[in-house]
């Protein structure tokens, strides 16, 4: 059943102004998930801000920047989760008192994040993954440091 779109923009509109066949709109629409209805004379349409955002290319912009957002996400999560499973192996040693486990998960963790850098975003930072294991913290630098084992 054909849904009819008010204030709709043709197909063929878009396809004029872009210098390209409706077909390679129709494409690009369905690629950038763009509902396609009709406008009132029957006609393949789409709504006022959609057909804006596909001529600006805000479209494209948006749809390729969530794609990059989710496979860094993706990269983060799985680099988290051999870091966290490194320092779980570590821990498993029963011979060692649980504080020295501790520090030999810590220790593994530790050369682990050294050999496999943290994934960057497109600017350079690292939103979603931070190294955990190769700063102390402040916490443990000063604790080190009033004990006397760091000068």
């Not at 504080?99 to 496999?116: C, N």
Request: with cysteine.
């Amino acid at each position: 059943m054909p849904v009819f779109i008010e204030n709709a923009v043709e197909l063929t509109a878009i396809a004029k102004h872009l210098k390209t066949t409706v077909a390679a709109v129709e494409a690009e629409c369905r690629a950038l998930n763009l509902f396609i209805g009709l406008a009132w004379n029957h006609k393949p349409a789409i709504i006022e801000r959609d057909a804006y955002e596909l001529v600006s290319g805000a479209a494209r912009r948006e749809r390729d920047h969530g794609q990059a957002w989710r496979q860094y996400a993706e990269l983060a999560e799985e680099r988290t989760k051999q870091r966290d499973s490194v320092y779980l192996e570590a821990t498993k040693n029963r011979k060692l008192r649980a504080a020295d486990r501790v520090e030999a998960g810590r220790k593994a963790a530790r050369r682990w994040e050294e050999e496999h850098p943290v994934p960057q975003w497109q600017d350079g930072s690292t939103p979603l993954a931070s190294p955990r294991y190769l700063d102390s913290g402040l916490f443990r630098r000063t604790f080190d440091r009033l004990a006397g084992s760091v000068s």
